[in-house]
Every structure is written in C-alpha cells, then in structure tokens.
C-alpha cells in the first residue's frame, strides 16, 4: 500500500511540477501583444441595413436591464428610514448600557444588531450585482460603439441615401448615450454604498461596544452583582429606562422576521436546491431499505431502516431545520427561538424510541425548561423578578431530576443514549443546587451561567445526538444501496465492517460540530480561536523561505482532504459496472471516470497546498529538467507502464474481473493499476505484470465481450457402430446437461476415419467459469450411455509378426 502511494506521489510530481513550472516561466507579454487582438471594423455598407435592424433589437435589450431596478430604487427610498432608525437604536443602547442589564439582554441585541448588519448586508449584494451586471452590459456595448462609429464615418464618404445616414449616426448616439448612463448609475450605486457602508460601521461600532460590555468584569460569573435576598436592595431598577431595549417587543421581532426573510435573495434558492436533494436522496434510500433485505444481524442498519421506513416525516423536518440553521445564521431572535423548539419536537420523535423506559419523557421536559428559559426574552422583568424568575426555573429543573432517577441505581446501566443523562445526573445536580445559593447570595451572574448550562446545554445534547441518528441512518442506507446494486458479490464481514468505520467516523463529527456550537453558546469558540490564531500565525524562518504552523497545518489538511476524496470516489466508482438510477454506465466505464477525477483533485490539492505554504512554484524549474532527464533515462520504463495503465483503463482491453492468458499464464484480473495490474491464478497466487507487458505482448481475454467458451471433447468409437446413432447419443447427452448453453446450439461432428476408430467431435458452449466441470460432466455421461447402448470405445490395437529367426531364438531361450 504504501509503495503503491510513493509511486503515485512521485508520478504526480513528475507530471505536475514541469507543467506548472513552465507556466510560472512563460513570458507575460504574449496576453499584452495587441496583434492578437481583433480590433473593430467597420460595417460594409452592402450590409448596413441588416446589422441597423439586429443593433436596434439589442439596443432595446441592453435599455431594459440598465434600467433602474426596483428593488435599487426601493433601497435608495429606504435608506434614509434605516438611517434614522438606527440612530433612534443607537441612543436606547446608551441609555441600556447604563442601566446595567444582565448578560442575556445583552446577547439578545447583539442578535438584534447583528440582523440589522445582515439587512444592510443584502442591500449591497443586490447593489454589488446591479454593479456588475452593468459592467458586463458595458463592455458588451463598448466594441459596438466603436464600430458604430467607423461605420457611420466610412458611410459619410460613400454616396448613400440620408436616411441610412442619419440612422446610422442615431445608433452610434444611441451607444454613447447608453454609455453615458451606465456611468452615471456607476456613480450612483457607489454612492449608495458608500451610505450603506458608513451604517455598517456605526453597526459595527454598537457591536463592538456590546461584545467589550459582555466581556468587562461586571459580566464574570463570580462578579457580586446584586445584594443577598435578606438585604435591601437600592440599585437602580433597569425598568426605570425610558425604553425596555433588552427585550423586542413581538410585534419588533415579526416584523425584523420579515425583513430578514425579504433579504434572504440567492441563499432561499441555494436553500431551496439542498433541500430537493435532501428529500429525494431520503426517499431513494427508504425505497432501498424496503426493496433489499437487510442481510445478518446488523443493529445499526436495521435501526437506520426503522428511522428511515417508519420516521421519515420527523426525519426529513428535522433535517430541513438543521439546514435551516447552517444556511440562514444570523436570523432575528423569534425565528432562531421558533426554529429550535421544532428542531427539539422533531428530534424527541427521533431519539425517544431508543430511550429507556424511565427516560422516554425527559425530551418532553427539556422543551418545557427551553420554552420557560425562552420566554425571559419576551417578558419584561425587573431585577427583583428575573431573580425569581432564576429560583424557579432552578427550582423547577431540581424538581425534574428528582421525579426522574428516584430510581437511579436500577437505570445506571442503560443503553447509550440514557447512559449520557444517567452519568451527567449528580453533576446536574450540583450544578442547579450552586445556582440556588449563588442566586440568593446574589452572584446572579453565575446563576445565569449555570441556568443556561444547564438547559441549553442539554437541548442542544439532545439535538445532536438526533442529528447523528440521522446522518448514520443516511450514510448507512446509501452503503446498503451502493452494496446491493453492485454487479459483483459483496463479503457481509467486510460491509460490516465498513459500516462500523463509517459509524465511528459520523460520530467524531458530530461531536467537533457539537463542540463548536456549544463553545460559541458560551463565548468561548472566538477567544480560544484568537488565541490559537496568534500561535499558528507565528512566522519562521529557515533559509529564503518564511512560513507559520498554519500554512503548514494548512498545506497537511488540504493534502489530506484531497487524499479522503479521493477514496471516496475510488470507492463509489470503481467496479466493473455502475448504476445511478436510470443511468447505467458501461463496464469499464467507471473506473475510467474514477482514474481521472482522482489524479484531478490529487493534482490540484497538491498545486494548492503548495500555494498555501507559499512556495514559489518557479523555483521548481530546476527539479522539472532533472525530472525531465530521469524519465528520458532512468524512468521511460515506469513512465511507460504509467501510459499503458492510463490505456487500459480507457481503451478497456481488459477489465477487473476478467480471465485473460499472458505469457503462458493464465488467471483473472484483479486489478489494474497506474504502473502493474495484479492477475490471481487459479493455483492461488498473485501475478504482479507490468502494464507495458499487457499493452505490448499477445493477450487472450477469454471474457471481454462475453464470459461464455467452447468446449471440444474427442471420441472415438468402433468401426462395428452407427455412426448416424452415435451423433444422435452424443447430441441427446449435451442437451441433458442443464450448464450447456443452447445459443450457439451444440454440434456433434464425424471426425476422420482413424487407424481401428471412428473419430467424432463434439463441440458445446458453456460459461468460462463452467467449462471445466461441463467437459468433465459430459466425458462420464457419454461414457455410461455407450455402455448402456453396447457402443464400444476400442483400445489402439496392433498385430506383430515374427520371423523363423525370432522363434529358433525363442526356443532356445525356452531350453536354457
């Protein structure tokens, strides 16, 4: 495997590194030779009336997509609303920061805040592509302006009438014009840009002044922010602010819904697009569970079938909100509340089958706390209240874990999904007991923290682990279906063990997605991201060459990537056939698409990772002559195999699978490669033959086009026979042997007269893999039906004939 590997690296950089080294070498000034360009002409003047009507059709084009848009016009309208809106915001946040709010009321206007920079966001996207689509309308007319004009003053000195004259000189205008237009909306589309861009830095600006707020010390959990529950209290109510910020009103958050939904544009439709693959891959696979048997004992398969045949519904809303979520991230808090409590509804239906009987009601619970722990945002509450708000919410989780492990000692050893609630239960337990005192003694701070942990926490635990269920449930079933409608056999040791590769692969990946969104519900993902950015941006020096450990880390990953996918593909596409629904791809095929896309996408990922590192490929000019040289000397004989595996592959003279006979050996190919192709005899051993040898060399494919042979047996029988009946005995015995094939039909011939028998020949097609055992089959039955019928088989029989010489030699022999 790994010399295999070697040898492909070092193909790959013999191949690569000289082409992109000439690239990197070749003189720039052939794309500035103006020679090369074609310059405008003039219209000749036979054909003025006909090119008049074509450019007036594409001048009346060109005027209706430069034409104002609307929604560019509703922008420049709105702008100025938008404008004084966030002003108004910016002044309630002053006043809200005064008032010292909680942490949750801050994060809950920096999702409110950063809707407003996702709205700005949109209006230039839309004003960025109004932008370029002019650009191209201006480079498209810019040629026919200029012809325009040569035309009009070729045509001024020819003698033709006015009227084509003057409408000539009106189309040239008619082009300028346009021109002039499409520079004053570039103007104008800046300008706007520039406003909304000058909004997205106050935007900013808030943002910034927030994220700093959350992160001073009067947000550390251990920060006394209030006084203990037995003492007055004379802090400043946050109720006392002229407007309660902290909390959008529902009517707010509907209409900021809105909005964001007018903003989506391309990412609905690029939403829209995954989701149609999404529901029919789903269904694909569910057709293939219920159309191929589930073979052995496999647990994890036949869960994946009882998800996909009897959950499809709760399984595909779920994973449209998980898409959802990934493709719209900065939506307004209303819908990123709405979407989660569906998103924990489906993934209860999902998990609560699996759980223990004890536990099947704890989903139930976790979207009751979430549903109570979400309504702080809608509710406006003073310090006093959200204190108590805090003791109930805790007390009311206490409450949960007691009704639920009472009976803890007989539910410790559960199934996995229960074993996570059941191990983590005294830490919860502790947790919410913390919270309770740290409430009361007025660390409301650490009260929050713990609170949110505790309930978030799990939901998003829960969320997870149904996101696993059904990424295994996918992946599973696609194995299933790639497994069963492959030509060729499958060993059920070896799928099973593919798919407890794939299992624990799905598993490390959700758990990286879910530790990403559980440090980021923390705050905790963008410091440990700056941190370690610092670090892997530490330049070094060795030599010329100046690198950090993320241009190394990166140039590792990217190789590594290129590597997995193209396992992947080897994986799914190679093979002797392929069938993708109603496509099916010729034999051979396959391996061929295979062989391209994966040298592709190793070629470019290793072009990449190079530029990554930031080596200058130029420099490689030297490496690409002694690469050159090695292969005209010392490696035209492996450079040569490579060629001749590439025309294996595609011309397709043999295939894996076939039964070819090279060099008086004889076997079944099982697989070709880029330098040898490995041939497995029938005495077990495996033949290592270099590519040229199959390329350049007499080779026998018993089974290209078809995998059937004929067989020959010869016979002979006794002059004393029939033959006319021993044609018929012979054809009767063919016909009764259910492994002999009837097309091409079976032949019984007469032969020759031989020296004491008569020769016949008996000619049948059989599959290869049969022919054997056919011939062998057929000899004993052609021999008892001659013994049954007295049709003798003779012996080669001689007469010997002695001289007197030889018998007076043979009596004295006798005396002695």
């Given amino acids: 495997m790994s010399r295999t590997l070697n040898l492909h690296i070092i193909i790959l950089i013999a191949l690569i590194i000289p082409s992109v080294a000439f690239s990197q070498t070749r003189p720039v000034t052939i794309t500035n030779d ?53 002003e108004q915001r910016k002044l309630l946040e002053q006043n809200f ?50 012809i325009w004009k040569l035309t009009y003053e070729n045509a001024a000195e020819e003698d033709i009438p006015y009227e084509i004259l003057n409408s000539t000189k009106k189309l040239w205008n008619d082009y300028k014009r346009i021109n002039t237009v499409i520079k004053d909306e570039k103007n104008k589309f800046l300008n706007l840009e ?58 707010e958050n509907v209409s900021s819904t809105i909005r964001y939904v007018e903003s989506l544009g391309n990412a609905l439709y690029l939403f829209l697009t995954t989701l149609i693959f999404l529901i029919v891959g789903l269904f694909l696979i569910k057709r293939s569970f219920l159309k191929y048997p589930i073979e052995g004992s496999n647990e994890n398969l036949l869960k994946a079938k009882e998800i996909t045949v009897n959950r499809t519904v709760w399984g595909l809303l779920f994973l449209t909100l998980i898409l959802l979520r990934l493709f719209f991230p900065n939506t307004p808090k209303l819908f990123q509340d709405v979407l989660v409590l569906f998103m924990l509804t489906c993934a ?66 559960s199934k996995f999904v229960d074993s996570i609630f059941i191990r983590f239960i005294p830490f919860v337990y502790i947790l919410v007991i913390v919270s309770l005192i740290s409430n009361i003694l007025g660390y409301t701070n650490l009260t929050d923290f713990i609170i949110k942990l505790c309930i978030q926490g799990g939901d998003l635990t829960l969320i997870f682990y149904a996101l696993f269920l059904m990424l295994n449930t996918m992946v599973l079933g696609f194995m299933h279906y790639h497994f069963n409608t492959r030509s060729t056999q499958f060993n059920l040791d070896n799928k099973l063990a593919i798919d407890l590769k ?89 391996a061929a698409i295979s062989l391209v896309i994966r040298y592709f996408i190793l070629a470019f990922g290793f072009v990449l990772a190079l530029s990554v590192l930031g080596i200058d490929l130029s420099k490689f000019n030297l490496l690409a002559g002694a690469l050159g040289l090695g292969i005209g000397f010392g490696l035209q004989t492996i450079v040569s195999n490579f060629i001749s595996g590439i025309i294996l592959i595609f ?80 054809l009767n015995v063919v016909n009764e042997n259910k492994e002999i094939l009837q097309v091409p039909p079976p032949k019984a011939l007469f032969d020759a007269f031989g020296e004491s028998t008569l020769k016949f020949r008996l000619l049948f097609w059989v599959h290869f893999q049969n ?27 001689r007469e010997i004939y002695l001289s007197q010489d030889d018998d007076s030699s043979k009596e004295n022999l006798s005396n002695n």
């Fill in 771 to 797: 022919g054997i055992q056919a011939k062998s089959d057929v000899s004993i039955a052609v021999y008892a039906k001659f013994s049954e019928l007295g049709i003798k088989i003779p012996v080669p029989q």
């Fill in 502 to 590: 794939l299992q624990r692969y799905i598993k490390a990946f959700t758990l990286l997605l879910w530790l990403f969104y559980f440090l980021n519900l923390f705050d905790i993902y963008r410091p440990l991201i700056a941190f370690f950015t610092d670090i892997f941006s530490e330049p070094f020096k060795v030599g010329d060459i100046t690198f950090t450990l993320g241009m190394v880390l990166m140039f590792v990953t990217i190789l590594a990537i290129s590597y997995l996918i193209t396992s992947i593909i080897s994986f799914l596409l190679d093979g002797n056939e392929l069938k993708i629904f109603f496509i099916q791809l010729p034999k051979g095929v396959p």
């Fill in 194 to 251: 520039n406003k909304i861009n000058n909004q997205v830095i106050v935007i900013d600006s808030v943002i910034d002044e927030l994220n700093s707020l959350k992160n001073s010390d009067v947000y550390d959990i251990f920060y006394l922010r209030h006084l203990p529950f037995w003492e007055k209290s004379t802090e400043q109510s946050i109720s006392n602010t002229p407007k309660k910020v902290g909390v959008e009103s529902m009517s």
């Fill in 348 to 413: 209860t239906a999902l998990v609560r089958p699996y759980l223990n009987i004890k536990f099947k009601n704890i989903p139930y619970f976790f979207i009751l706390v979430l549903f109570l722990d979400l309504a702080k945002t809608y509710i406006w509450l003073s310090s006093f209240e959200y204190r108590l708000y805090l003791l109930f919410e805790a007390f009311l989780i206490l409450w949960i874990l007691m009704y639920l492990t009472y009976s803890y000692r007989k539910t410790r050893n």
């Fill in 34 to 86: 103006s020679a090369l360009v074609k310059q405008p002409v003039a219209i000749a003047v036979i054909d003025i009336i006909d090119k008049l009507t074509t450019a007036n059709a594409e001048l009346k084009e060109i005027e209706e997509k430069i034409a104002l848009k609307n929604k560019i016009t509703a922008i420049d309208s709105l702008l100025p609303q938008y404008v004084t809106f966030i």
């Fill in 651 to 730: 011309e397709r003279p043999i295939l894996t699978g076939d039964v070819v006979e090279v060099n008086n050996l004889i076997g079944t190919v099982s697989k070709i490669g880029v330098r040898a192709s490995r041939i497995s005899t029938y005495e077990g051993a495996e033949v290592v033959v270099p590519n040229n040898n199959l390329i350049s060399k007499d080779l026998i494919n018993w089974t290209l086009s078809d995998n059937i042979k004929r067989v020959e047996i010869l016979i002979g029988v006794s002059y004393d026979s029939n033959p006319s009946e021993v044609l018929k005995v012979l």
């Fill in 97 to 146: 920061i005064i008032a010292n709010p909680n942490r949750q009321k801050i994060d809950n206007l920096l999702i409110q805040w950063l809707g407003y920079r996702v709205h700005l966001e949109s209006w230039q996207a839309s004003i960025n592509d109004s932008e370029i689509s002019n650009e191209i309308l201006r480079d498209r007319i810019a040629d026919s302006e200029i």
